[in-house]
């Protein structure tokens, strides 16, 4: 089961990619780890400088993708990027903290996306 979520993941993190610089994100880092957690993506969205949490999943059964953002993931998420603010030295950037939901078609290779920008805030 884990490659399979894995798989869903990798596949769903390569699309959010590729939709976010069509939408003009330049990509700063990828998979960012620290012993707080890992934040999927991190872009440069105009002014700010932007986190991002990919969700990905084959339809709505147990609630939107973005539903999957409880609390406690925003919360690392939160800590993982005042990490990575400090390592990288970014304080004088505005930030923000975004989630895209992937919804996947299991009968052909179509699939839809929605950024939600600002999707939260601690």
């Known amino acids: 089961?884990?490659?399979?979520?894995?798989?869903?993941?990798?596949?769903?993190?390569?699309?959010?990619e590729s939709y976010l610089i069509q939408n003009g994100y330049?990509?700063?880092d990828?998979?960012?780890r620290c012993k707080q957690g890992e934040i999927d993506?991190?872009?440069?969205?105009?002014?700010?400088?932007?986190?991002i949490e990919v969700k990905s999943r084959y339809g709505n059964l147990y609630g939107t993708?973005?539903?999957?953002?409880?609390?406690i993931k925003q919360y690392k998420i939160y800590?993982?990027?005042?990490?990575?603010?400090l390592k990288?030295?970014?304080y004088k950037f505005n930030f923000r903290f975004d989630v895209i939901e992937i919804i996947?078609?299991?009968?052909?290779?179509?699939?839809?996306?929605?950024?939600?920008?600002?999707a939260f805030q601690i």
């Open 1 to 16: 089961m884990y490659s399979y979520k894995k798989e869903i993941g990798n596949l769903g993190e390569n699309l959010a």
């Open 26 to 28: 330049i990509i700063l």
């Open 30 to 32: 990828k998979n960012f």
């Open 41 to 51: 993506l991190i872009g440069k969205d105009g002014d700010y400088i932007s986190f």
């Open 65 to 71: 993708p973005g539903e999957a953002v409880n609390f």
């Open 79 to 85: 800590k993982t990027a005042q990490m990575y603010i």
């Open 88 to 90: 990288k030295k970014l």
């Open 104 to 118: 996947l078609n299991h009968q052909n290779n179509d699939f839809s996306i929605r950024l939600i920008k600002d």
